[in-house]
């Protein structure tokens, strides 16, 4: 996280995430996603919304295939 990394509040999260409010603090409560905590409110950093999308998108055949090159 940088210092101009955007600190999103858990509406905006789930927000972005197409998901309600309720999942964003679960992930919180549970320490599956990155967050800040500012006294009482938290706030979850963008490239940590980011990085919860980049690790669990699911990667099409093609994709699987091209990584270990063309059979013989």
Known sequence: MTTTDPLLTVEQAAHR???G???IRRLVQERRIRYVKLGKPVRIPESAI???I???TVPTL???RSRYGKAA
């Open 62 to 64: 093609r994709d699987e």
């Open 17 to 19: 995430l197409g998901t």
């Open 50 to 52: 980011a990085a919860y």
């Open 21 to 23: 409010v309720r999942f």
């Open 54 to 56: 980049e690790e669990r």
